[in-house]
């Protein structure tokens, strides 16, 4: 009997299989610092990566497609981010107070991006948009936040309503109805809208993620944020662009600037600091405002957004993110990534189609995502395209990583700046192999 893809999976990751229990006794949630780690029946531990490529405890090689969870446009290791932040070590990680160079790291982001008038640094994706949506409500003086199925916007309370199907159930479990209350969840329609902005006059704002749910796994409709921008204006509510993956990644100036759009308020993170831990709100000049001390206390005290966070812009992350946007703000390592990504996009979609496989791949700039049950997503919803069935997400991804290939997820990626022509025919002839492995067990057909 041939290999099957789990027992070469287990074969090729002896160390990582041995580290697995160690990782269960002392973490919870299979043993995995995040969600998107775990894996049955254990998850790869990575050692070390450079470039667009990593390794792992084994000492097996892998062609990157995750690179940071797309927080490494730039690569692994790039030596510009390495050398800031080995210069920025020695002299201390935190002050309790500003740094010059956060003051130039704002000023980069002022600069690049379309709606930053002023900018304000938090340590997470998560954070910059639960702050997004808190400055929202602050400004408007109203309650609520519309949002978009499946949608993702990080793991915070107010992010857990309609993140995931049934989307009329939070998330998550401990989130309290009261922030249930407040977030009101759609399907990505204007006209569902329009008629809730209506009927309903205590709407502060409405996020959106930027390439659609989950770095464009559910695109959106030619239009749609142009639509989001016309109906937030008539109705004097805030458009927030969740630009925590399409930030620097689209453009210099993130989708914002590709597409020609000026949100009121939009959140950052990944690209924005090289890598490290970190986000921003950054936002209209008049929004902003309401986070100003201005040393009147009766003002401070009931009439501003209150933010803290040790580690926002500390000094790491501030040098890293200095050197990662003077790299980025040229457009070449997006030009470059959105190239790679669409020979990869066309190569694997000639795989499928020549092996007669029910299946298509699709994505914008430097994402793919594989859609395997269909040739076509059109007319699909999220409920859909985030519910393919378990069985053949995991065996695509295993297949993929016993050839030397990983990916964001489990069916999709990101291309980075340092992707070579060379790497997409490599990872290609890994996606190929992937294919008949699967179709040899009968898992795709």
Not at 424 to 438: C, H, K
């Given at each position: 009997?041939?290999?099957?893809?789990?027992?070469?999976?287990?074969?090729?990751?002896?160390?990582?299989?041995?580290?697995?229990?160690?990782?269960?006794?002392?973490?919870?949630?299979?043993?995995?610092?995040?969600?998107?780690?775990?894996?049955?029946?254990?998850?790869?531990?990575?050692?070390?990566?450079?470039?667009?490529?990593?390794?792992?405890?084994?000492?097996?090689?892998?062609?990157?497609?995750?690179?940071?969870?797309?927080?490494?446009?730039?690569?692994?290791?790039?030596?510009?981010?390495?050398?800031?932040?080995?210069?920025?070590?020695?002299?201390?990680s935190h002050f309790?107070?500003?740094?010059?160079?956060?003051?130039?790291?704002?000023?980069?982001?002022?600069?690049?991006?379309?709606?930053?008038?002023?900018?304000?640094?938090?340590?997470?994706?998560?954070?910059?948009?639960?702050?997004?949506?808190?400055?929202?409500?602050?400004?408007?003086?109203?309650?609520?936040?519309?949002?978009?199925?499946?949608?993702?916007?990080?793991?915070?309370?107010?992010?857990?309503?309609?993140?995931?199907?049934?989307?009329?159930?939070?998330?998550?479990?401990?989130?309290?109805?009261?922030?249930?209350?407040?977030?009101?969840?759609?399907?990505?329609?204007?006209?569902?809208?329009?008629?809730?902005?209506?009927?309903?006059?205590?709407?502060?704002?409405?996020?959106?993620?930027?390439?659609?749910?989950?770095?464009?796994?559910?695109?959106?409709?030619?239009?749609?944020?142009?639509?989001?921008?016309?109906?937030?204006?008539?109705?004097?509510?805030?458009?927030?662009?969740?630009?925590?993956?399409?930030?620097?990644?689209?453009?210099?100036?993130?989708?914002?600037?590709?597409?020609?759009?000026?949100?009121?308020?939009?959140?950052?993170?990944?690209?924005?600091?090289?890598?490290?831990?970190?986000?921003?709100?950054?936002?209209?000049?008049?929004?902003?405002?309401?986070?100003?001390?201005?040393?009147?206390?009766?003002?401070?005290?009931?009439?501003?957004?209150l933010h803290g966070?040790?580690?926002?812009?500390?000094?790491?992350?501030?040098?890293?993110?200095n050197a990662a946007?003077?790299?980025?703000?040229?457009?070449?390592?997006?030009?470059?990534?959105?190239?790679?990504?669409?020979?990869?996009?066309?190569?694997?979609?000639?795989?499928?189609?020549?092996?007669?496989?029910?299946?298509?791949?699709?994505?914008?700039?430097?994402?793919?995502?594989?859609?395997?049950?269909?040739?076509?997503?059109?007319?699909?919803?999220?409920?859909?395209?985030?519910?393919?069935?378990?069985?053949?997400?995991?065996?695509?991804?295993?297949?993929?990583?016993?050839?030397?290939?990983?990916?964001?997820?489990?069916?999709?990626?990101?291309?980075?700046?340092?992707?070579?022509?060379?790497?997409?025919?490599?990872?290609?002839?890994?996606?190929?192999?992937?294919?008949?492995?699967?179709?040899?067990?009968?898992?795709?057909?």
């Amino acid at each position: 009997m041939p290999e099957t893809i789990m027992e070469a999976y287990i074969r090729k990751n002896p160390k990582s299989a041995e580290l697995y229990p160690k990782f269960q006794e002392l973490f919870p949630s299979g043993g995995a610092g995040h969600d998107g780690y775990v894996a049955s029946p254990f998850p790869i531990s990575i050692a070390r990566g450079q470039g667009p490529r990593k390794w792992d405890v084994d000492g097996n090689e892998y062609i990157d497609f995750g690179l940071g969870s797309a927080s490494l446009l730039l690569g692994h290791s790039h030596p510009a981010v390495v050398d800031a932040l080995t210069k920025a070590a020695p002299l201390g990680s935190h002050f309790g107070a500003p740094v010059e160079s956060m003051l130039e790291w704002g000023e980069r982001v002022h600069n690049l991006i379309p709606c930053a008038d002023k900018v304000r640094f938090v340590a997470s994706g998560a954070e910059s948009t639960m702050l997004s949506m808190r400055i929202a409500r602050a400004y408007t003086g109203k309650e609520k936040i519309i949002r978009w199925e499946s949608h993702y916007h990080g793991w915070h309370d107010y992010a857990m309503p309609g993140n995931l199907p049934p989307f009329d159930s939070p998330a998550s479990i401990g989130i309290p109805q009261g922030a249930v209350d407040s977030v009101v969840v759609l399907p990505p329609d204007l006209d569902s809208l329009e008629r809730t902005l209506a009927a309903d006059n205590n709407i502060a704002g409405v996020i959106t993620e930027g390439s659609g749910a989950s770095y464009g796994t559910v695109p959106l409709s030619p239009g749609f944020l142009e639509g989001v921008r016309r109906l937030t204006r008539q109705y004097n509510v805030l458009m927030i662009l969740d630009e925590v993956i399409t930030g620097f990644r689209w453009s210099p100036g993130g989708l914002q600037q590709r597409i020609g759009i000026d949100p009121d308020l939009c959140t950052l993170a990944k690209i924005l600091t090289g890598g490290l831990p970190g986000g921003a709100v950054a936002g209209r000049d008049d929004i902003m405002q309401v986070m100003v001390q201005t040393g009147d206390r009766q003002h401070d005290r009931h009439q501003r957004v209150l933010h803290g966070g040790t580690f926002n812009a500390n000094p790491y992350c501030a040098a890293t993110g200095n050197a990662a946007l003077e790299i980025v703000a040229s457009g070449e390592m997006q030009d470059t990534a959105d190239r790679m990504a669409d020979r990869l996009r066309v190569g694997l979609q000639e795989i499928l189609d020549r092996s007669e496989v029910a299946a298509c791949v699709y994505g914008d700039a430097s994402t793919f995502h594989v859609y395997f049950g269909n040739r076509s997503i059109e007319g699909m919803d999220a409920n859909t395209l985030k519910n393919a069935p378990p069985a053949i997400q995991t065996a695509f991804r295993q297949a993929l990583q016993v050839r030397g290939v990983d990916l964001m997820s489990r069916t999709s990626g990101v291309l980075s700046g340092v992707h070579t022509e060379d790497d997409i025919d490599t990872a290609l002839g890994a996606f190929d192999g992937a294919i008949q492995a699967m179709l040899e067990e009968g898992i795709a057909s």
